[in-house]
């Protein structure tokens, strides 16, 4: 990359990535340039294919390290967080590392999904990485060693590495790594490298400042919508106004007289209208006259959906998990109590709307775009391209948000964009509206959750059951929780092959969890930051609420005191109890808390607040305690919890995609409402010290702060939650006044 101030001159070839924990060879994957920046490497191409070609760690002879990172930038600091890993085995100078997205190649696949893709979903970034990452740096580490034990004529275990340096500290003296790199690519690769002990780390666990801040702070730094590649063209594509319609008859006269518009094309998705830029490309948009076939289109609607889902409730689903005998429970019980809920569907609504640019040949392409699922992507464009998939060179940009949108194991976004570049054989970026974005599908899927309780005379609960009605997109495909118990090293139960919330954390004895996996192939739904957890969640921890009001037990207390065997819930609750000093609020203000473990992770939070009598609600302060293992850098953790606060709050209160007959109702931030910077509130994070292996962060903090929420508007208020978004309940969020 231009802005790392490299020359492929300069690169040792001194390591490969390491997959499935060995060092090995790269191969594929294109060599070609990360970014579409100018390049500044003169004539040195027969440099770049001798020493620049797919290497995952370049070590430059005046010491400099640059590390491709497998995983996706999608604002979560992958590509700082994943070089901190491999620098602190290098014993590198962190001052002298840089990074950039790797190829789309398997040498680059993530551990976590079995070295099968490059896939940024999950949460899965830092615990997929971390021990392959470690492996890499070690493994340099031993080379450079054994290739200054040989220069000095000694023996490798009678010298130490520092901040980028080999020292042989009996006879006084050091080389650089910069001086060593030629000679240790001739080096064997170790094959088992000993690692750190966590004691011993100098960069991990230290809060580095991002390595793409000075970048995203003056502007230079490039997104897949900032991409400018010579004679590029620009399309826009008009869409049927319910899902899955086809185009029956197009008028394009119109579109083609508007100044710029170059050609107008039938794709699969819609109608492109293909012109010199963007501007031109909208206006011969709204210019096309198009009559849709809506024979087989999508008729989902909102109000019919909640119905069929309220009734779905009342019928048994499939087991998923069954402790104990909750039937007999039930009939023992003191009392039974139950409370049904219901979610809306939702936008992902990044900042950064979907954009793909394209630099199709014929006999090669060329494509760039933010991507969370570049693997995926790949393969289908090379299909739609007629291409074998080593023809094409994906390049994989930092992407502003994607919390899961542009996860999409179907690659929606990624066809459109090859089709019409396939149709124009020109190169063509193809450009989404916030409108299109609003509308274009995808949504968090609509969710309907029945859970009840037997209780005792004391409220001790003594038998719970969960009934949860989904969409199955997000149940049945996505399989992290099969994913965390392989790394754990323990089989996974038959329980654990849907992403509903089967780890409800508390001691009761009997347990029974059953869903119904509605299939909507009509109605396009996706995995959105947190998946089930979102809804089912709430569902759990605003009930654990009503029941611990209802015996007027601290909700706080009520959880420790079935937390006995779950020290990590334990240890997060504490902490988020303490930090907002719970039971200690100010007069006029409530307050809530909610717990999970989830992504080999947990957290605590508390919500303090205040509501007026006209519905205002003011947050005073959320509180979040987290336990992520091993935190290779705080500071990361800490901005992605805030985040996910800020992403949970925006959902909470407002999120609600509506559909009438299969038309969308919504289409930008006037009608789908997002947090503002003046309502945010203060935001405290207590990140746990730990040891353990590294856990998720990324979609951490959003599924308990919607209940944690809910809970101290019960307090304050004695009103039960139990639909979102809470606008639709009356409720406004105060602004912050700050001094």
Known sequence: MSSSGFTRRHF??????????????????????????????????????????????????????????????IGQGALTAMPMIVAEELDADWSRVTAEHSPVAAQFNNPYFGSLLQFTVASATTRGYFSAQRQVGAAVRQMLI??????????????????????????????????????????????????????????????????????????????????????????????????????????????????????????????AVV?????????????????????????????????????????????????????????????????????????????EPLNVTVNYTGSSAEIWTGSQSPTIDKLFAAAILGLPPEQVDFHTMSSGGGFGRRGNTLSDYVRDAC????????????????????????YRPAAAVRVAAALDNQGNITAWSHRAVTQDVTASLYIEEQLDAIAEMELPPLQELTDLETGMPYDIENVLMDAHLTIKPEMPALWMRSVNKFTDVFAQETFIDDIALRYSRDPYQYRRDMLTSKPRHLAVLDAAAQAANWGAA?????????????????????????????????????????????????????????????????????????LRDGVVQQSNFDDYQMLRMYQTPPIDTVVLPSEEAPGGVGELGVPALGPALANAILAATGETIRELPLKNLGYTLAPQHRA
């Open 12 to 73: 040792l070839r001194v390591s490969a990535i390491a997959g499935g924990g060995l060092l090995v060879a790269c191969g594929g994957g294109g060599s070609k340039r990360r970014d579409n920046r100018d390049s500044s490497d003169g004539g040195e191409a027969s440099d770049a294919q001798q020493f620049a070609v797919g290497e995952f760690l370049r070590l430059s002879s005046d010491g400099r390290v640059h590390i491709l990172v497998g995983a996706s930038e």
């Open 419 to 442: 089709h019409v570049a396939k149709a124009s054989q020109q190169p063509v970026k193809v450009m989404w509206t916030r409108e299109d974005d609003m509308k274009g599908g995808y």
């Open 275 to 351: 012109a010199d830029d963007y501007w031109s490309a909208e206006k011969g948009r709204k210019a096309l006259e198009v009559s849709w076939n809506e024979l087989l289109a999508g008729r989902t609607d909102s109000a019919a959906t909640r119905g069929e889902y309220t009734g779905k409730l009342d019928l048994p689903g499939l087991p998923i998990r069954v402790d104990g005998l909750v039937p007999v429970a039930q009939l023992a019980a003191a009392e039974n109590r139950s409370a049904d809920y219901f979610f809306p569907f939702q936008a992902h609504a990044a900042m």
């Open 146 to 271: 054994a290739a200054a034990a040989d220069r000095w004529q000694t023996t490798p275990s009678s010298l130490r590495t520092a901040n980028g340096f080999v020292f042989d500290d009996a006879n006084g003296r050091s080389a650089s790594y910069g001086e060593l790199a030629e000679d240790a690519a001739q080096q064997p690769i170790p094959e088992n490298p000993p690692l750190k002990d966590p004691s011993q780390y100098t960069i991990i666990g230290q809060s580095k400042q991002r390595i793409d801040a000075a970048e995203k702070v003056n502007g230079s730094h490039q997104y897949g919508i900032d991409v400018d590649i010579p004679d590029m063209l620009t399309a826009v594509i008009a869409r049927p106004p319910r899902f899955f319609g086809q185009p029956q008859s197009v008028d394009s006269n119109a579109a083609l007289a508007v100044p710029g518009v170059r050609e107008v094309h039938n794709i699969p998705s819609g109608v």
């Open 586 to 658: 100010s007069a006029g203000r409530s307050q809530g808390i909610a717990v999970l473990g989830h992504w080999m992770s947990y957290v605590a939070q508390v919500v303090e607040l205040s509501v007026s009598e006209d519905r205002e609600i003011t947050i005073h302060r959320i509180v979040s305690a987290v336990d992520v293992g091993t935190a290779v850098n705080p500071d990361l953790v800490v901005a992605q919890v805030e985040s996910a606060v800020i992403f949970a709050l925006t959902s909470v209160f407002y999120g609600e995609i509506e």
